[in-house]
């Protein structure tokens, strides 16, 4: 959390000093926010596009709009260990060539082509061929990303302030409560 | 100069020192306080103040970077306390990391430990069953350790005066195996609990039972409570942070500040323990040297009394580097069996399993304990092939879960809209009692020392037949019981853990009633230097069954009240 406000800081610290370099998109630097991982902007752009496939915005927000794709890099980063980094970075990098062997590049494929390729993505099966390591790697990348999508957006602040809110006392305990008389809201997203 | 020395010699001198802040050792602080006796309590780790120092204790699950998560880093760093299950995001603060201090595992051991003022009061599970003579009484039926110098009737008032002030939820069961007390209102076990309870009795008569487990959390709103600062109990299940209701017993939110406000307490943080001082022509204890922690320089206070209460094997390293030409293995240590005998408490093996019954039915709101299974093997006559035996723990739960399957639009309204409720799962899991034996020690080490200066401490503790016997009783017994009351895809499961993650390790300073065998005679006196008392973990003749801390908190008031009587003579 820490981190992250720094990082706002400092974003807009440098924005200020030279605002040009930090705010073009399309160079590839890569990010210092995550010190065990090599990812570019736009590796970060598409993981937030990937996200927002996986969790869309709607009536209630997205993972994109609040931020997930910060929160997955964190816990890769962080949370993962190196051989794992390795095959997140490395199913990430090979990603927009698995997305154009679909047919295109992944930000112009239609809601239903990101959706089928995602869910294909993620049943793809490695072995020791280069191909198969990609495969492996790509599999991989998305079913970490959906983990922590969803992770990070059930555990997020909106959702458990706006939406569901979480409350730090739970109430007395009643071991035999009838399901039929739960009122049960439906959240529409 | 020497005017100076003496002055100063005076303010480091008191009428009773305790080494320890934990549990243990905030008792026997608490009740030499209110008995008048001007008390320094020395605690190696920081200071820890109720609420104030809880820097978790009301942050929501968003709030923590990783979730709750520990970063591999930090795994990585600290293999030992990473394996506890309560060494998580939210309370990682509380342990003591590996480096901090390091000792030798001549076998594996996992040393969990928790260095601040209140120590490990702060985490513990907070289950507090009293023991009966069935335990007490272990040792000399069974033919192993020595026999305890006490019984029941020794410690049942101290038990009574403990439960009152900590606060202990619980019904009275009536059982023989696990003595009713001093209980506020227990708390209820859930539909698929009391299907299981009702279901031993059908099956077994009144030899096996489950009840709700006695823990020390305040369940209803009484004065002495209220006299404390510490207010019910909220359910909150955040224990391990801190409560700032005090709705559970911790050193830091009752006997701790409950000592302070006597005006009898002297409080020192940051004081590593090096050795208790004897002097050779008094034949007695007279004080403590420490390392101040942050200076590293040595200072030395004193005291007729002194209570050590550093936990089970810190108080086992303090005596034997406590040496002196009286004693030069260690303080006490006439027979050589200082550090031996060392046991703990078996948790390898764990029964889980569903049942689909009662469907129509959930839990709701929270508490703060579970079903607990009283030992039944080997009670009344030794009928297995292995000594002893084991209680366990017993839960059922059943929540929503929410659908994860596939992505977008259908994914997110799934996850916003958990309806789907699975069957009960149900869980078990082993607390068995492990054989003392003079194989199971700890030692210093003649070389390796801690960032202090101090030998490190080695390790040497492990599994025995009787403990495998025991492990697959367990799991036949448990699964029997299981099937016999419905439940199904039953697994069982040995998860290997070594020795000490269960955090109960004790003995090494044993009780018992003749000096050749044994170091603390029945007041907890070590019999060679009786104005030193140890009454946590280290005084443990044997473990029996159940979670020890209720019990060294009743040692240790005992003790205290013993001390006072012995300097009015």
Not at chain 2, 390 to 405: D, I, K, L, Q
Not at chain 2, 456 to 484: A, C, G, H, W
Request: glycine share 8%; proline share 5%; aromatic share 10%.
């Amino acid at each position: 959390m820490n981190r992250r406000i720094a990082l706002r800081h400092l974003a807009l610290i440098s924005g200020g000093l030279a605002f040009i370099p930090s705010c073009d998109f399309s160079s590839d630097d890569i990010l210092t926010a995550y010190e065990n991982l090599k990812i570019t902007q736009s590796q970060k752009q598409l993981l937030g596009d990937i996200s927002n496939v996986i969790i869309p915005a709607g009536e209630i927000k997205g993972a994109l709009d609040i931020e997930v794709p910060d929160f997955i890099l964190v816990m890769v980063d962080d949370c993962l260990d190196t051989d794992q980094q390795q095959l997140f970075t490395n199913g990430l990098a090979a990603f927009p060539d698995f997305a154009k062997s679909a047919g295109s590049n992944f930000q112009k494929l239609s809601t239903k082509e990101k959706d089928a390729l995602i869910l294909a993505g993620q049943k793809l099966e490695g072995d020791d061929t280069s191909a198969g390591e990609q495969n492996k790697a790509i599999s991989f990348f998305l079913n970490t990303t959906k983990r922590f999508t969803v992770q990070g957006y059930m555990a997020s602040e909106y959702i458990q302030s706006e939406v569901i809110p979480y409350s730090l006392i739970p109430g007395a305990y009643n071991g035999s409560v009838l399901i039929s008389d739960i009122q049960k809201p439906r959240i529409n997203g | 100069m020497a005017n100076l020395n003496i002055q100063s010699k005076e303010q480091r001198t008191y009428e009773a020192i305790v080494i320890g802040s934990g549990i243990s050792g905030s008792w026997a602080a608490k009740e030499l306080c209110d008995l008048g006796v001007k008390t320094l309590m020395l605690e190696r780790g920081r200071n820890v103040e109720h609420i104030k120092d809880y820097p978790t204790t009301n942050m929501l699950p968003y709030e923590f970077e990783h979730r709750g998560q520990i970063p591999q880093k930090i795994k990585d760093e600290n293999p030992v306390v990473s394996k506890c299950y309560a060494f998580r995001e939210d309370a990682m603060h509380f342990f003591v990391k590996d480096a901090e201090h390091p000792y030798v595992q001549d076998k594996p051991f996992d040393w969990i430990r928790g260095y601040q003022v209140g120590g490990k009061s702060l985490l513990w599970a907070r289950q507090v069953q009293r023991w009966s003579d069935f335990d007490f009484e272990g040792p000399a039926r069974d033919g192993f350790a020595v026999d305890w110098p006490i019984r029941y009737k020794d410690i049942a008032s101290w038990y009574s005066h403990v439960e009152k002030f900590a606060g202990v939820s619980g019904n009275r069961d009536g059982i023989d195996t696990l003595p009713d007390g001093e209980f506020l209102p227990g708390y209820d076990l859930n539909i698929v609990e009391k299907h299981f309870q009702e279901q031993l009795k059908k099956t077994y008569g009144n030899d096996r039972h489950l009840i709700s487990a006695r823990c020390a959390h305040i369940h209803e709103a009484r004065p002495e409570f209220a006299a404390q600062g510490r207010a019910f109990c909220q359910n909150r299940n955040l224990c391990q942070r801190g409560c700032p209701f005090g709705g559970y017993f911790s050193s830091n939110s009752s006997t701790i500040p409950w000592a302070l406000k006597t005006g009898n307490l002297t409080l020192r943080p940051d004081a590593v323990v090096h050795s208790i001082i004897y002097d050779e022509q008094a034949g007695k204890a007279t004080g403590v040297r420490i390392i101040d922690a942050h200076t590293k320089e040595m200072e030395e206070f004193y005291a007729p009394v002194i209570f050590l209460n550093a936990a089970a094997l810190n108080s086992n390293l303090i005596l034997m580097n406590s040496t002196s030409n009286r004693f030069p293995n260690g303080l006490g240590n006439d027979n050589g069996l200082l550090g031996k005998y060392v046991a703990f408490h078996n948790y390898r093996a764990q029964v889980s399993g569903q049942y689909e019954g009662h469907l129509e039915y959930t839990t709701s709101g929270g508490r703060p304990t579970s079903g607990y299974f009283p030992r039944f093997r080997n009670v009344y006559k030794q009928e297995t092939d292995f000594l002893r035996g084991y209680a366990a723990g017993f839960s059922a739960s059943r929540g929503v879960r929410p659908n994860t399957e596939g992505i977008g639009m259908d994914l997110k309204n799934n996850l916003l809209n958990p309806d789907q409720y699975g069957p009960w799962y149900v869980g078990s899991h082993m607390m068995g009692e492990t054989i003392p034996k003079e194989s199971n020690y700890v030692a210093l080490d003649p070389n390796l020392k801690d960032p202090y200066g101090m030998p490190q401490l080695i390790i040497n503790v492990d599994y025995d037949d009787n403990d495998e016997k025991m492990i697959k009783d367990y799991q036949e017994q448990m699964s029997e019981m299981f099937e016999k009351a419905g439940f199904t895809n039953i697994r069982v499961n040995d998860d290997h853990r070594v020795p000490g993650l269960d955090i109960h390790e004790m003995g090494g300073v044993r009780m018992g009633k003749d000096p050749k065998t044994s170091l603390l005679n029945a007041n907890h006196q070590l019999h060679a230097v009786p104005n030193v008392y140890v009454t946590d973990g280290a005084s443990m003749t044997s473990t029996s069954t159940q979670n020890p801390s209720l019990t060294y908190m009743a040692f240790a008031a005992r003790a205290a009240h013993h001390a006072v009587a012995e300097s009015k003579k």
